[in-house]
């Protein structure tokens, strides 16, 4: 891989929100569409979660958003992302900028298991051609940890293997790299469901801070969590032999107090899915 040239980091630099919107996005796995026509606004420095049953398309979505789809042998996309209006497929910024403006968390804690706690913080800044100035790595390190709430427990562990900790923890550690690269958006596909209560706790403490900063588009099946932590909802449905599409989207109360759509109350009520 041909890495941009390296441009240095600051430990003070701040992520700035965007605007993520979605027109038309239809996509597919060889000639199977899983995806029909999905248009959803998320906007800056707010959580938005994408809820409905398996199967639907969501995580798949979310995998649009920062041209991870592509990746996928066969994949196809058709319609329209911006990110505060420039395309984020058809634009001059490079993917390897994109994927750094738009970070991932996935559902399962995937830490380095040959790095340190400090090495998995930075390790993503040289594939996106950032260079840590001398004697900032400490600092930028312990701020990206703070930030994702998992200073206070592994200050002292900085030097043990990332794979040693608890799985809550490497779940924010995993929070913390994706951080350190400075991302405008932050995309996260169930990154509870592994995790057991106190852990699910302190990773939504964690969303309710991040989102001052930067947006965060979030993957749930927790309809309790999809509450706790969003401002805006999208319910995602697929019906038999059909791609996924949104039903209903908009502010999460609403959502959850006076859908649109009966299928909408059925889900959030526990009907089915």
Not at 20 to 49: I, Q, Y
Request: hydrophobic letters at 40%.
């Amino acid at each position: 891989m041909t890495l941009v040239e390296e441009m240095p980091v600051s430990a003070a630099a701040i992520s700035e929100a965007c605007t993520l919107r979605a027109d038309s996005v239809s996509a597919w796995f060889g000639n199977h569409k899983v995806l029909d026509r999905v248009s959803l606004e998320m906007r800056a420095n707010e959580v938005t979660a994408l809820i409905g049953p398996s199967g639907c398309g969501k995580s798949t979505f979310l995998r649009t958003l920062n041209r991870m789809h592509e990746l996928v042998p066969g994949a196809s996309l058709a319609g329209e992302i911006t990110m505060d209006d420039v395309d984020i497929y058809r634009g001059t910024v490079s993917v390897t900028e994109m994927r750094r403006r738009i970070g991932m968390v996935f559902q399962k804690p995937n830490p380095f298991p040959a790095m340190t706690v400090a090495e998995n913080v930075v390790a993503g800044l040289k594939l996106c051609g950032q260079k840590v100035e001398r004697g900032v790595k400490g600092d930028l390190v312990a701020q990206c940890l703070r930030r994702a709430g998992l200073w206070n427990e592994v200050k002292n562990r900085l030097d043990d293997n990332g794979g040693a900790l608890s799985g809550g923890q490497q779940q924010r550690l995993c929070i913390a790299r994706a951080l350190a690269v400075k991302p405008d958006v932050l995309l996260m596909d169930e990154p509870c469901s592994a995790l057991d209560p106190t852990s699910t706790r302190r990773i939504e403490e964690t969303i309710a801070e991040l989102q001052q900063e930067i947006t965060i588009v979030i993957v749930t099946h927790n309809m309790q969590q999809a509450q706790r932590v969003s401002q805006r909802c999208a319910f995602f449905l697929a019906s038999e032999n059909a791609p996924g599409r949104i039903i209903e989207a908009g502010a999460t109360e609403e959502m959850f107090t006076n859908p649109q759509d009966q299928r909408t109350l059925d889900y959030v009520r526990g009907r089915f899915g």
